[in-house]
Structures are given as C-alpha cells and as structure tokens.
C-alpha cells in the first residue's frame, strides 16, 4: 500500500503544478530572445536565439507562442512545438517572416507566452532591433574559432590595423563607390564555427560569408552540406583553406568550384594538401556555382593588395561598370561625413524598389475562369427587384386586396433576388478554390535544382481558415509595398542615376502583405505548418522558397539536357536557335529566350498592347534633370496571353534596371522575403555572362520559369 501511494504522488506530481497560479509559474520561467547573429540583415527573415529556463525540479509542459508587432499592428505568430522542461533551459531557433519598418518611429515588438493545459502565461514584451526600409544593412559573417578582433592568420593587414578585414568589406567606406553611410551599412559579424546553421535556408541572414582556414576545418558534414546548397542558390563565400582532410570537405570545395572529371580545377596530394589548378589571382581560384559565387584560396590573402579589392567587388555582386577605387588599402578609406544638400527630401537610394511586373503579378495570375459579374447584369437585376417591390408588390396586392401580405412577400423578394445574385456570382467567379503560380527554378551547370521560388495566388471561394504542412522550404506573404491608397500615404520619391523615379509610400501597416497574418507552429525552417485565414473571393500571394530540389519524374523539363548548353554556342544566333530547338521537343509551347548585356535573343518577339485591363503597374514618374518637374511616363503595356505576361515578369525580375539598391548590385544574396529583389541574377553591364530562360506552362495557370546563368571560361 505505501508503494502504490508513492507511484500515485509521483505520477501526479507533474500535473500539480498546473493548479498553482500563473503568477507562481512566470517567477520560474524565463525567457530571452535575441539575435541568431549581432545584427539582423535588411529585407529577410529573422533568425532569433531563443532560450527558455524553468527553476524547478517539477516537470513543465506547454508552447512558447511568440506574436510580433509592427507598433501596434500584428504581423504574425510563431508556436513551438510541445516542449517538457525541468531544472533547465532549453534553446530554440525561430525564423520569422521578414518585417516592413517604414522609419525610425515604428518599432518591432515580440510578444512571448507559454501556453500550459490550463493556463497562459505572458512573459513579457521584446523590443528587436530590425532595419528600416530606407537603410539597407548588409551582413558579412566572418567564420573563425577565435574572437573577431584577434588577427586571423587567414587574411594578412597592416599589423597596426587588426580591423583590416572588416573595413576591406565594407562597401560605405570604399572610395570607389557612390554609397552614403545613410543608406547602406555593411555590418561585419563574428560567427563560431560550431554556431553556422545546420539548414541552408537558415544562411539567408547572410549577405555574404567569409571561412578562414581554422574555422573550415571546424566545420562538420552537417554545415558543409547546407553551406555548399546556399551558395549555389545564390550566396557568396570566400574559404581560404590549404588542406582537405574529410570527405565531406573535400566534397564541399569541388561543388563551390564546379570541379568535375571533364572540367578538373582543383588537386590533393597525398598529405590532402589542396592546390588549385588554373587559379584566377595569386593562389586563389573563382567558383560559379549554380547562381552563387565563391572563391577558394590555399594561401592567406593580403587585404591591401588590389586583386582582393577586385575580389570583394564581385563577391557583393557590384556592377561591372563600377571602377575600383584608386587605392585598395583600406586603412585610407574613409566616410564621407559631409552634409547632403538634400537631406531633408525623401531620396533614399537602396530602400525596397518594387517592380512594376511585381505590382501586377497578382492581377494576371487570377486565373480566366475567374471574372466579376458584368455591369450590365447587376442593373437588370436591380431593376427587376426595385419593380417586383414597388409597382409589383402595389398593384398586385391591391387587385388582390391583400396588402397586409407586404411584410411577407417584401422580405421574400429581397431574398430570392439575394440568392439570384449569389447564384450568378458564384457562376462568374466560381464555386471551386483556385490556386495559381509562378515559380522560378534556378540550375546548375549539370542541371541539378538549385533554387525555386514559387509565387502563389489563392482565390477561395468561401472564408476560410487553411493549415498546410512544409518541410525544408520558406513560406511567407508576398509583399505590397506600392499598393496603399493614395488616401493613406505620405507620398515621395526614389531618385537613381538615369533620373527614372517610382512612387513610394509610407505604409498603411494594414495593407502592406496579401492576406492575413500568417501563423507558424513548428520547427520552422525545417518542419512546420503554416495557418492562414482565406477570405471570400480575395486573392491572396504567398512565396514558397526551397533550397536544392529534385525533379519530378513526369515533369519535362527534366529531360531536357541542360548541361549541354554552353556560353559560346548561346551568344551565336545559329547556336541559340539550335538549343531553343532542342528545348521544345520537351516544351513544344515554351518561350525560349538568351539574355545578354546587349540584347535579348527570343524564339518569339513579346506582344506588347495599350490596354486599360487589370494587368496595370503602379504609376512610373519621369524627372527631367534641368526643370526638376515630374511627369507621368504613358501607360504601361500589357500582353497578348498570360504566357508572355509571365516572360516579361521573368525578364524584370532577372535582370534588374539601375533603380534601388541595383544602382550598386546586380545580384543580391538569396532572401527569400515575400518581393522579387533575390531574383535578379544577370548584371547588364557584364559582357562575360548570359542568362537562359525557358518559360512554360505546365498546365492552366501553373508557370515555370527555368534559369541558367552561364559564364565565359576565364
């Protein structure tokens, strides 16, 4: 008997604390959030470091529930999976949706509580430091055993300068460049091998990498994977390493380099010694792979020489029209701190820059079945209910003598004409949800999946809430940052180089993201499920964003042989026209197209048409240099057929116009925010580089977008 009552205490032990108020339970649980790095990279999701502790030896069980806020304006929610804590702390890694800080005045606030069986317990308010949109804050993570400030035997500086590194990679402080401190910040941040990510999508909080030869050799098989993944979706590393020793780094340094039997750049000894073959500069050689760039170096590189100078424009993506400054020390650079002329005005260069194509994107992929119910329809219907209750309902009541039957036959009509006007709208818009996309698919050199990124519309025909379940792949709402009303908006404009402008905004909080607020519960990049609620006939855009991929066995595409596509066969006509021919046996509808620096080699020309139909962008203004004044350019063209709507989009968002940060950059880091700034991958000042694009359509409103980026051998 004194067993069995001291198994039934134990066993009821856990659940005793439940009874207990939650005043008691929030005095031993604690909470601390902070950034996954020192700082949070503009325009992408939010990594934070979670870290719950429990001071009792009675086991907890609950949720951490995370709710975050622009001021007072909710933007989503994140739930843990069940957790059990007792006498510890337990450590969680969160992805939150990328944020839209208009200005210094709106803050980022994160509401966390722990929801038990019984109870819900706040814990408190969390103010994170996020970037405005007008600044852009770019991040360069360092990887190395050792606190950043000591020398690393990676990179050789001036010894008076520990620093030498990190000013070399600092973009406002370069003289070549026309960067303001105001507008763009290059943050250097300090990153220990054993805390880079273990999943690739969890890279994107960086803009750029830099591996010294310790820190690789820290590195395990569980990061070199997502590593090499993220550079060839788009990131930049620079790896300086002279040896080999696992399988796994040797795998890693030839997917960066694009080393093959047929195409050999890189060799190990006996003693797994690395030496390169044919190397660019000194003994460091440049890597292309997939959309990504890096460089691997078997020698510490000298920050003052003028090749790294060379070295760290590319790694940014600068333009090629961009000079390299007179001097590459950058012990000489220094911030031009004086006032701007114009710095009261609303000039901000490398805030967002959103597309006209992007705008639109939500108007064309409704699909055609889709069409609101014609005006002339409506005004039959309301003439035919004002006359069956005005002269109908009179006069037949009357010759019947029966008028007090009006509070019957009054409310009858009104509902019988309501549900006539449901039936014809539901056979306008449909009864069904539809589900429409624009994916882009990104590729290797031997044809492997790198990237995609898949834009989708959901049209519901009724309200809803809806759950889906992902796994390895980023999901968050397409962003409007154009489509407030002029009603609710303080306007301004972006000024760039070629004195083109484009409307901006400061937000209305309530309409800057498709749809509601999304809520995330799960381990989220990883494996999560995403809740979302659906209104009735309101379209709603997300993005769905996956590192690597695989084919589907159906799809295709896949039977097309897209390593065989070369550089110097596409810059021909003959060549061009060979391949395109080879990509329609497969895709016999696809658009087929070669972009280069000069022009844009096309299997058919794109009908362009003056059209008032609901494919418009927003507004585009025109400065004229001398007078100042702004005036509206025409009206934008439209297409033939959504199949060339989804081309031109293509073509946009590929190949980036000098507005925005892409006055500086031609390609950005993978992001995978709700916009198109990662997709630009071609710089139209590069002679040595093409982009090929096959735009198809798998089946009703269902897009790709398939790209290759090719290089001129060096």
Aim: charged share 25%.
């Amino acid at each position: 008997m004194p067993a069995l009552l001291l198994f039934l205490g134990i066993a009821s032990w856990p659940t005793e604390l439940y009874s207990q108020s939650p005043e008691i339970v929030r005095k031993k649980l604690r909470l601390t959030l902070a950034s996954a790095v020192d700082s949070i990279r503009s325009q992408s999701p939010i990594l934070l470091d979670a870290n719950l502790a429990w001071s009792s030896p009675r086991l907890l069980e609950g949720r951490l529930r995370l709710e975050f806020y622009v001021d007072s304006t909710h933007r989503g929610t994140w739930i843990s999976q069940e957790v059990a804590l007792s006498d510890g702390e337990l450590p969680l890694r969160l992805m939150l949706p990328p944020a839209l800080i208009p200005d210094e005045d709106f803050k980022y606030t994160v509401r966390a509580e722990f929801l038990t069986e019984d109870h819900t317990i706040f814990l408190g308010d969390y103010d994170v430091a996020v970037p405005i949109d007008p600044k852009r804050i770019l991040i360069a993570g360092i990887v190395h055993p050792f606190d950043l400030v000591q020398e690393n035997g990676s990179f050789k500086g001036p010894d008076e300068r520990p620093f030498a590194l990190q000013d070399s990679l600092r973009l406002e402080t370069n003289p070549g460049l026309d960067v303001r401190a105001r507008d763009l910040s290059c943050r250097v941040v300090s990153v220990l091998p054993g805390d880079l990510p273990r999943s690739p999508l969890e890279f994107v909080m960086f803009d750029l990498l830099i591996v010294s030869d310790a820190g690789f050799d820290r590195l395990g098989p569980e990061q070199l994977t997502p590593l090499a993944d993220w550079v060839e979706a788009g990131g930049r590393v620079c790896l300086v390493s002279g040896h080999a020793d696992t399988s796994a780094h040797q795998a890693c340094l030839r997917r960066l380099l694009e080393d093959s039997p047929l195409n050999p750049v890189l060799q190990l000894d006996g003693d797994r010694e690395l030496r390169l073959l044919r190397p660019h500069a000194a003994n460091w050689r440049r890597g292309t792979p997939g959309v990504g760039r890096a460089i691997v170096s078997t020698e510490p590189i000298d920050v003052r020489s003028r090749d790294w100078a060379a070295a760290v424009y590319w790694l940014w993506g600068i333009r090629a029209d961009q000079k390299l400054p007179e001097t590459s020390d950058p012990s000489r650079a220094v911030v031009d701190d004086e006032p701007d002329e114009n710095m009261f005005d609303f000039t901000y260069r490398f805030s967002p820059d959103p597309l006209a194509a992007e705008s639109a994107l939500g108007n064309w992929l409704i699909p055609d079945t889709i069409e609101g119910v014609p005006f002339s329809t409506v005004c039959v219907l309301l003439g035919l209910c004002l006359l069956a209750v005005a002269p109908g309902d009179y006069l037949l009541l009357g010759w019947l003598r029966r008028r007090r039957w009006t509070w019957i036959l009054f409310p009858s009509v009104a509902v019988a004409f309501t549900l006539l006007t449901m039936k014809i709208a539901q056979s306008h818009i449909g009864q069904t949800d539809s589900l429409t996309s624009l994916e882009f698919v990104d590729l290797t050199a031997d044809g492997r999946i790198a990237r995609t990124s898949s834009f989708e519309l959901t049209f519901a025909n009724t309200s809803k809430t809806r759950s889906e379940s992902f796994q390895s792949e980023y999901v968050t709402p397409f962003e409007y940052r154009a489509s407030a009303s002029s009603d609710s908006f303080t306007p301004g404009f972006r000024y760039n180089r070629t004195g083109r402008v484009s409307q901006f905004s400061r937000y209305d909080l309530e309409d800057e993201l498709s749809g509601k607020p999304f809520v995330y519960a799960g381990r989220v990049p990883t494996r999560y499920s995403v809740t979302r609620q659906l209104e009735q006939w309101s379209p709603q855009l997300q993005r769905r964003t996956a590192f690597t991929g695989e084919w589907a066995p159906n799809n295709p595409a896949a039977r097309i042989p897209w390593s065989e596509a070369t550089f110097d066969q596409l810059r021909t006509e003959t060549g061009f026209q060979e391949w395109a021919a080879k990509v329609r046996r497969d895709l016999p509808d696809a658009w087929v197209a070669v972009v280069s620096s000069r022009s844009v080699q096309s299997t058919q020309p794109l009908e362009q048409q003056q059209s008032a139909s609901r494919n418009r962008p927003p507004l585009e203004l025109v400065v004229d240099p001398a007078t100042g004044e702004v005036t509206p350019l025409a009206e934008s063209e439209t297409f033939a057929t959504r199949l060339e709507q989804a081309a031109h989009t293509a073509l946009q968002a590929s190949a980036r116009d000098e507005t925005g940060l892409f006055q500086l950059v031609a390609q950005i880091a993978p992001n995978a925010a709700g916009n198109f700034e990662d997709l630009a991958l071609l710089d139209r000042t590069d002679d040595s580089a093409l982009l090929l694009l096959v735009v198809t359509e798998s089946e009703a409103g269902r897009f790709q977008v398939y790209r290759r980026l090719l290089h001129e051998a060096p």
